[in-house]
T-cell receptor, first 116, second 111 residues
Framework: DGGITQSPKYLFRKEGQNVTLSCEQN?????MYWYRQDPGQGLRLIYY???????QKGDIAEGYSVSREKKESFPLTVTSAQKNPTAFYLC???????????????FGPGTRLLVL | GQNIDQPTEMTATEGAIVQINCTYQ??????LFWYQQHAGEAPTFLSY????GLEEKGRFSSFLSRSKGYSYLLLKELQMKDSASYLC????????????FGGGTRVLVKP
């Protein structure tokens, strides 16, 4: 079955601690994305990657870091510099866009991060 | 940056029709997505409009007017399972693979 998986489903972070959220896809998609969603809000882009070993900051990258060493994997680290990390984190992937058309982004089930 | 507006919440009765509007700045526009998101779950793709007009997919239809910077999602014959948030997402010419999402419209279907 092709799809996107995220783990864990729930994650607790202590103050001053870095935590890493996993995102894996077997759809053979080149592009991957991380979004943050706060209660009752839309999605805000944290980082995205269009190809292996390359990634770009989104709109709210401060306090986060990513890596893209493999096509299938795009882990997100929430660092201690992120002062308000409690949110629902969604990973997505898509084929690379060609020309003007945007390829559909497909989402993983999400990780809910809570601060203790 | 891009400003995308959609109503925060709408309530409708089972079997009725609801129209969710989304407005955006027209400059540099490429296309517009609609996603459905049930509480605590991932968004799922509903539609992608690039050209003007109405696209129908079963009970759900999406409309686009490029010149007016306006789209709507029409949900017909509402069912209880349609209670969810509906997100519109803008794709701009300069954005590469990036989408900009609206805040979402929470639709509550009552019996």
């Amino acid at each position: 079955d092709g799809g996107i998986t995220q783990s864990p489903k729930y994650l607790f972070r202590k103050e001053g601690q870095n935590v890493t959220l996993s995102c894996e896809q077997n759809l053979n998609h080149d592009a991957m994305y991380w979004y943050r969603q706060d209660p009752g809000q839309g999605l805000r882009l944290i980082y995205y990657s269009q190809i292996v070993n390359d990634f770009q900051k989104g709109d709210i990258a401060e306090g986060y870091s990513v890596s893209r060493e493999k096509k299938e994997s795009f882990p997100l680290t929430v660092t201690s510099a992120q002062k308000n990390p409690t949110a629902f984190y969604l990973c997505a992937s898509s084929l690379p866009s060609s020309g003007a058309l945007q390829e559909t982004q497909y989402f993983g089930p999400g990780t809910r991060l809570l601060v203790l | 940056g891009q400003n995308i507006d959609q109503p925060t919440e709408m309530t409708a009765t089972e079997g009725a029709i609801v129209q969710i509007n989304c407005t955006y700045q027209t400059s540099g526009f490429n296309g517009l997505f609609w996603y459905q998101q049930h509480a605590g779950e991932a968004p799922t793709f509903l539609s992608y409009n690039v050209l003007d007009g109405l696209e129908e997919k079963g009970r759900f239809s999406s409309f686009l007017s490029r010149s007016k910077g306006y789209s709507y999602l029409l949900l017909k014959e509402l069912q209880m399972k349609d209670s969810a948030s509906y997100l519109c997402a803008y794709h701009g010419k300069a954005a590469g693979n990036k989408l900009t999402f609206g805040g979402g419209t929470r639709v509550l279907v009552k019996p």
